[in-house]
C-alpha cells in the first residue's frame, strides 16, 4: 500500500504505527517488505552508520546520497529526509537543503529538531508545499549546550513542551516527534496534538514510534539505549556466518565444485 504525507496525518488516533529509519538499500527493502508506513533517513546516519560520537558531522550532502538510496529501496513509504545539523538556521537555508531532499532524492517530507524558535522556517517550508516533520523534547544536534536530558520532568519544562508542540502545530507540521520525554507528559502532548506524535523514548501514549533499524534488529555492538528493543540479533549472527565462511576457505571446503562455473 501507498503511503502518503496526507493519509498518515489522517491516521492520528487509529492504531499505533511502528517506524523505522534506515541509510541504504538494504535496510530500506526490509522495511519495504515488512510494510513500514514512514522511514526517516536520520541524521542518526553519523552515529550509526559512519561511527561518529554524535549526530553533529552529518552533511547535507551524505544525508541525500543515503536518502536516495533508502528511496530506491522502498518506493511505498514515506521517505522522510532529516535536516542535518546547521542546515536550517535561516529560512533561506532551510528552503534549500529541504528542497534538496525533494528534487535530488524523492523524499516525500523533510524533518527538522526544533520547537518554538523554528516555527518560522517550519512554516515558511509548509507555505512552499514542504511537508515538514517537528521534532521537539531531546534534540540531539544540540547535545553540546543541553546534554542527552530526558524532558518533561518538572511542571516548567512539561509547559515549555507543550508552547513547542502548539508552535510546531500551528506552522503547520504534519506530525511531531517526541524524543527523551517523559512518558505522561508524551500521553498529554498526544491527546494535545491534532497530528500524530511519534515517540522516540517517550512511554506508550504515541500514535506513532521510531526505532533505528540498527538497535531493531541487533545490526550494531554499542550499547543501545534504554528505550530501544532488539527483535534479533543480527550482528551476531553475521559474525558467525563471517567466522564460517573463514574456516570453509582455510579447510579447502570453500569453494566446492557447487559454487564454481
Ligand atoms: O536521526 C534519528 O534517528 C532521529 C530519531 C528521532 C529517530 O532523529
Redesign the pocket.
Known sequence: MKWTVRKFRQHKGGAPLGLV?AYDYITARFAHRAGVPLI?V????AT?ALGHAT?IPATMDAMIHHAEAVRRGAPDAIVVG?MPFLSYPTVPDALRNAGRFLREAGCDAV?LEGGVTKADVIAALVSEGIPVQA?IGLQ?QSVKSTGYAVRGRSAEDADALRADLDAVVEAGAFSV?L?GVAPEVADDLTKRAPVPTIG?GAGWHCDAY?L?LADLLGLSDSQPPKFAKAYAHLADDAVAAISSYMAEVADLKYPDAAHSY
Open positions: 529509519t526517516l536520520g541524521d542518526s546516519l550509526t549526530t532529516d524533518k521534532h540531539p516527534v524524543e522516540v521510531y533505528v
